[in-house]
C-alpha cells in the first residue's frame, strides 16, 4: 500500500500563487508516474499535471504556462507550484502516485477568489 498526503491548499485571491505538496510513504519502491487532479463542484474530476520518475511532465490545456509540477524522488514527495491562479482553478486537487496500481490521496482544496 501507498499513503499519500497532500498539503499546500487553501484560499487566494486572484492572480496569486500556491504550492501543493504531496508526501508518499509506505510501500513505494517501484513508484513510476505521479500527478495532480482536481474536482470542481460540480463538475467531474480531471487531469490537472503529471510526472514520469524521470521527469517527462504532461499538463491540462488549461493550466500550461501557469502550473508546473515537479518531483523529490529521494524524498518521495511531488510538488505542483500554481501561479496566476483563476477562480476557475478552485477545485479540491487530489495528488496520485502509480506503482502497479494507481493510489490517491485524500485531497486538499484550493479556492480562488475574484
Known amino acids: 500500500q501507498v499513503q499519500l498526503v497532500e498539503s499546500g491548499g487553501g484560499l487566494v485571491q486572484a492572480g496569486g500563487s500556491l504550492r501543493l505538496s504531496c508526501a508518499a510513504s509506505?510501500?513505494?519502491?517501484?513508484?513510476?508516474?505521479m500527478g495532480w487532479y482536481r474536482q470542481a463542484p460540480g463538475k467531474q474530476r480531471e487531469l490537472v499535471a503529471t510526472?514520469?520518475?524521470?521527469?517527462?511532465?504532461n499538463y491540462a490545456d488549461s493550466v500550461k504556462g501557469r502550473f508546473t509540477v515537479d518531483r523529490d524522488n529521494a524524498k518521495n514527495t511531488l510538488f505542483l507550484q500554481m501561479n496566476n491562479l483563476k477562480p476557475e482553478d478552485t477545485a479540491v486537487y487530489y495528488c496520485?502516485?502509480?506503482?502497479?496500481?494507481?493510489?490517491w490521496g485524500q485531497g486538499t482544496q484550493v479556492t480562488v477568489s475574484s
Open positions: 496520485t502516485a502509480s506503482t502497479y496500481r494507481v493510489y
Open positions: 509506505g510501500s513505494i519502491f517501484g513508484l513510476t508516474a
Open positions: 510526472i514520469t520518475r524521470g521527469g517527462n511532465t
